[in-house]
């Protein structure tokens, strides 16, 4: 039982566009939520991250936004470059318990 | 500062053997974790250390799977024999004691078995 829903797969944008990945999760006690970029040969790397007491978070042109209700959260990449090719996960975790538990991942291809 | 560490970056043995693979943390971190990636699929979540002691453990796969980490620094996990189903890509995390939930992760290790 997949605990975080992610999607899409894959996901090819152009230069300047905005990026959007989705993801869902179930465990209502849930109470952190990161996403995590890896680059080729590289470990994964937080991104951002966002608790449950708002609902949009942003950091320069990655914003997350947060549906508790839905429980659904989501990463917007404004004015998508080709440095930010990458496979980025979310992932989410129990305040007091840092395992994470990551969602299937996805490959982002930004074409010039 | 150091980031972690993980050697092999990959290793190829053939099914029944056993392999052994090491996660340096960075220093001073009491928090490290085990995590594996199958092919295509999510990162799980294999166990948690806290300096020496295992503080979960809960997603070992099976007693096939062995992970230490003597005296709170490296941490290594042994698979024997190996399956060909243990093939992925093995990532270690460390986070400091009272941190922000942030875990460093290393580059990982790729496992084929054959």
């Known amino acids: 039982q997949q605990q975080v829903k992610q999607s899409p797969q894959s996901l090819i944008v152009q230069k300047g566009g905005i990026s959007i990945i989705n993801c869902a999760y179930e465990?209502?006690?849930?109470?952190?939520f990161p996403w995590y970029q890896q680059f080729p040969g590289k470990g994964p790397a937080l991104l951002i991250a966002?608790?449950?007491?708002?609902s949009e978070k942003k950091e320069g042109r990655f914003t997350i936004s947060f549906n508790k209700s839905a429980k659904q959260f989501s990463l917007h990449i404004m004015d998508s470059q080709p440095g930010d090719s990458a496979t980025y996960f979310c992932?989410?975790?129990?305040?007091?318990?840092?395992?994470?538990?990551f969602g299937t991942g996805t490959r982002l291809t930004i074409i010039p | 500062e150091a980031g972690v560490t993980q050697f092999p970056s990959h290793s190829v043995i053939e099914k029944g053997q056993t392999v052994t693979l090491r996660c340096d943390p960075i220093s001073g971190h009491d928090n490290l974790y085990w995590y594996r990636r199958v092919m295509g699929k999510e990162i799980k979540f294999l166990l948690h250390?806290?300096?020496?002691?295992?503080?979960?453990e809960s997603g070992m796969p099976n007693n096939r799977f062995l992970a230490e980490r003597t005296g709170g620094t490296y941490s290594t996990l042994k698979v024997q024999p190996a399956e060909l189903e243990d093939s992925g890509v093995y990532f270690c995390a460390s986070l400091p004691r009272g941190g922000d939930n942030e875990q460093f992760f290393g580059p990982g290790t790729r496992l084929t078995v054959l």
């Open positions: 465990n209502t006690a849930f109470d952190y």
């Open positions: 966002i608790r449950p007491d708002v």
């Open positions: 250390f806290v300096k020496e002691s295992k503080q979960d």
């Open positions: 992932a989410a975790s129990i305040f007091g318990n840092e395992k994470l538990t």
